[in-house]
Every structure is written in C-alpha cells, then in structure tokens.
C-alpha cells in the first residue's frame, strides 16, 4: 500500500499526519468484519457504513482477530517511527499475513466514503501553532513525529522516542496537547 499524504510539518520540523489512511482501514475492518475488540484501541469518532465488505472467504473473524491486533501493533510503530516522511517507500508499511489477501472483501468506496470526511476533518485544524514552545521541547528530545487519530475518546501512545500517537480529542485540546507534548520530553 502505497501512502500519500498532505502532512504538515511544524517550525520545529516534527511531520503531522493526521490522515493515517494504514490505521484508518484497520478500524474501518476491525468494524466491518466485527473483530474481537481490543479495549486499548478505541471506536472510530464516526462509525462507518460498511457497505458490501464481508469476511473473507474461508477466515474465521478470531483468527482475523488475533492477526489485525499484531498488525495494528505494527502499523502503530511504523507510523511512529516514519510517521508522514516522504517517500515512504524505502520503509514498506506492515500489511496482513497469509490468511489475508489484502483488500479481498473490502468495499473500498464504503472506506472511502466514510474516511475522507474524517481525514478532511482532522487535517483542517492545526493546533500545533498553539504549542510551538512544547512542540520544541519535545523535538529536542527527539519526537520527530506525530499521528493524529480520529477515534472516539482518548488515545496516546508513544512506541518510539521518535514518534507519538494521539486523538484529534487530545490534540484540539490546547492545554492538554502542550501538556502530553512536554510530557514527551522524557
């Protein structure tokens, strides 16, 4: 899968992506194809008309269970530590394993459809110009950067000293934003 991405990088030279489409499709999955939830990983902030997108044939959905939360896992640490760098293509992001041929099943324009709201959404806003103090502190400690996820409720995780994760619910909070951000100095 190839990513492209509007990103925005800050003064400090941190890249912002908040348009993580890699993340975005394993929710929308995870969804569709009624997974096993994760209690760590929270809901999309919109859940998504699936359309036609069906089970895999042949897959049962606890097997699909257990491989979408290693990719998840994967795909978190890729995008934390390439977060929105261009080309990405030196680094392949993680895809699914045997059991999965990789859009077998999907309605790509039910994903469509219900992500690029989402994506346009998360992309309008820039409160990193709110946080430009936090922002280089957490640079001088090596966050290099930062993907912004539009999910229900809190979400941070910081799977490298490089790269953090965050909700579109953290990050339009100014306070807590700069808060999580100097936190992110070590």
């Not at 492209?4 to 929308?28: E, H, M």
């Not at 929270?42 to 042949?58: F, H, I, K, M, N």
């Not at 993907?147 to 000293?161: D, F, I, S």
């Amino acid at each position: 899968m190839t990513e492209s991405s509007d990103a925005l990088t800050t003064p400090q030279n941190i890249a912002v992506d908040s348009k993580p489409s890699g993340l975005l499709k394993l929710l929308f999955l995870r969804h569709a194809w009624a997974l096993a939830v994760r209690p760590d990983v929270p809901d999309p902030s919109q859940a998504p008309d699936v359309g036609e997108t069906v089970l895999p044939e042949g897959v049962s959905a606890s097997e699909l269970s257990q491989e979408w939360s290693q990719l998840w896992d994967a795909r978190i640490k890729w995008y934390s530590q390439y977060g929105a760098e261009q080309p990405r293509s030196h680094v392949p992001m993680p895809q699914w394993g045997n059991m999965t041929p990789s859009d077998e099943g999907i309605d790509l324009a039910a994903f469509d459809h219900w992500s690029w709201p989402l994506r346009e959404h998360s992309g309008s806003s820039r409160p990193e110009s709110a946080v430009t103090e936090s922002l280089s502190e957490a640079y001088a400690s090596g966050l290099r950067n930062i993907t912004v996820l539009p999910v229900a409720g809190e979400y941070v995780q910081r799977p490298t000293t490089s790269g953090l994760i965050v909700s579109e619910t953290i990050r339009v909070d100014q306070t807590r934003y700069a808060a999580l951000l100097r936190a992110a100095r070590g």
